[in-house]
Each structure stands twice: as structure tokens, then as C-alpha cells.
């Protein structure tokens, strides 16, 4: 997308903010049906159970045509954006150099407070620190995961620890091997961390947190039309001012056990630059 376009979604992003948007309707059968990506944070069901009501409630408030599409893993789904097989995704996967000329483009994300990579163990784990897990098993959700592999890994590799890496494929199932007695420690994200304490009555230690990013972006192909990417913004925007709409984050809110109530905000490119300084300065094999 050029400059120009650019500059005029983020204003008109800005004047969706600001007043509500008049609802589109039923989307019309003879109209495309565009593939949503979200990367697994979550286990497949908690995943699909969460997206499934708002990619349903975006498609009717639009009225334009959305499905989910979910992989097996978070790499999977990664793989079903990068060979162009969905039209919008929700991931922070897409802002390495190299993927960055694909042209994908931000228009909102979750109104939450910034983020960190952590690495975790069990509240009673005999591990204090780092150090302690040389020559260990460390799970991670899979090699795509920022917040969930690369940024804690390339800490690791920063401090010439040596750990034996297992992909468990989404974050649940890094924390069940965790506590498991699988693996001894486990990269990870720190909402994530929160739900899954909240969810599965489980404590952790934290050894190590990053510096902040925010959460994952909303974004749109180059290949979505513009005014198919501006009514899909406008009701993933103006959700959470909506009766139904409302409804659907608080069901959502539930199932993962978030605290702070879900709503969705405009965003730009430049709210990722955390993301781009990392791939700057990450070690080859995680860029």
C-alpha cells in the first residue's frame, strides 16, 4: 500500500474513533469471503471459541464476509498468511525486514496495557535464576512466537545459555508441559501467563521480563480492497460502544479469564517499532 493510503486509514481510523460507525448490514452473498488468521495464543478450542462470535458479529456489523481460519499450531497459521492464503490476521509476525515488503498493514489492536516476553517457572520451583537453567528443557509456543520464543530465547543466546528448545505449538500447551515436569522453565507471553494462572489455578515465578511491546495488531492485506478494510476497522472498532457487540467481548473477556474489559482501538505501524528494533538487533536465526 502506498504512503498516501496509509495516511488516509490512519485519519480515517481516527474519525471511526471518535464517533460510532452506522452498522453495514448482512454481508451480500455474491461478496468475497476473506480468510482471519489470528495466531494460537490459546489451545485450538479456547482459540476458536474466543474469535469465532467476533469474526461472526465484524462480518454482520460490516458487511463484509469474514471466516476463520485457525492452523493446528501458531506456525501454522503463520504459514497460511506468508503464502497469502488469508486477507486479514491478527499477529505480531509480520514485522521482520524481509516480511515487511508483503505490504501488510495495522489498523487496530486490543485497548491493553504493553506486554513483555518473560520466561517462567512453577511458583515452587527450586529455579531462582537464569543461570540455573543450563543444559534444560525450555518450552516454547513455536518458532513464530515473539513474545512466546524469540525475544526470551534470544535472551538466552545474549547470556550463552545453552537449553534444549521444545515447541509445544501454542502457549497452553508450553505451560502444561511446564507444569508437567516436561520441560523446567517456559518462554512465554505475559498476558498469557496471567490467563492461564487465572484459568488453570496455577502460580509462576517470573526469572526474567522484557522490555514492552505492545500486543498484536489487526491487520489487512494489499490484496483487501479499501473500502472492504475500512468497514471491517469501523466494526472491529466501534465493538465494544455496541449493545451485541459489547456482549460478544464480555463473553469473550470470560472464557480467558482477562481482567480488563476487551475493546478494540485504532493502530499504526509505527505502534510496532518495538518490534522492528529487535529484529535489528536479534541474532540471525531468530530474524
Not at 52 to 65: A, D, E, F, T
Not at 119 to 129: G, L, Q, Y
Not at 189 to 210: D, I, M, P
Not at 219 to 232: G, I, K, L, T, Y
Request: glycine residues 6%; charged residues 15%.
Amino acid at each position: 500500500m502506498c504512503n498516501a493510503f496509509r495516511a488516509g486509514l490512519a485519519l480515517l481510523l481516527a474519525l471511526l474513533w471518535a464517533a460510532p460507525a452506522a452498522a453495514a448490514g448482512v454481508p451480500a452473498a455474491g461478496h468475497p469471503v476473506y480468510q482471519f488468521a489470528p495466531v494460537n495464543q490459546y489451545n485450538l478450542k479456547v482459540s476458536a471459541s474466543f474469535w469465532n462470535p467476533i469474526v461472526q458479529y465484524v462480518s454482520q456489523k460490516s458487511g463484509v464476509r469474514l471466516k476463520l481460519k485457525l492452523g493446528r499450531t501458531s506456525a501454522d497459521t503463520t504459514s497460511f498468511i506468508l503464502n497469502q492464503q488469508v486477507d486479514f490476521a491478527y499477529t505480531n509476525h509480520l514485522f521482520s525486514p524481509e516480511r515487511a515488503k508483503l505490504g501488510w498493514t495495522v489498523f487496530g489492536r486490543l485497548d491493553r496495557a504493553p506486554v513483555h516476553a518473560q520466561i517462567v517457572v512453577p511458583a515452587d520451583s527450586p529455579v531462582r535464576s537464569l543461570s540455573d537453567l543450563a543444559g534444560s528443557t525450555v518450552a516454547f509456543s513455536g518458532p513464530e512466537a515473539m513474545l512466546g520464543y524469540k525475544i526470551p530465547y534470544a535472551e538466552l543466546l545474549r547470556q550463552n545459555l545453552n537449553v534444549n528448545v521444545t515447541f509445544a505449538g501454542n502457549m497452553d500447551a508450553a505451560f502444561t508441559q511446564l507444569f508437567s515436569g516436561r520441560a523446567k522453565a517456559a518462554g512465554a507471553h505475559s498476558q498469557l501467563t496471567e490467563f492461564y494462572g487465572a484459568r488453570e489455578n496455577k502460580a509462576f515465578r517470573v526469572l526474567w521480563t522484557s522490555s514492552p511491546f505492545n500486543d498484536l495488531p489487526l491487520m489487512a492485506s494489499q490484496r483487501v480492497p479499501r473500502e472492504h478494510v475500512q468497514a471491517v476497522a469501523a466494526a472491529f472498532l466501534n465493538m465494544s460502544r455496541d449493545p451485541h457487540g459489547r456482549k460478544v467481548l464480555d463473553s469473550a473477556l470470560a472464557l480467558v479469564r482477562a481482567r480488563e474489559p476487551l475493546s478494540f482501538i485504532a493502530a499504526t505501524d509505527a505502534d510496532y517499532d518495538a518490534y522492528r528494533r529487535f529484529y535489528h538487533a536479534a541474532p540471525a536465526n531468530l530474524r
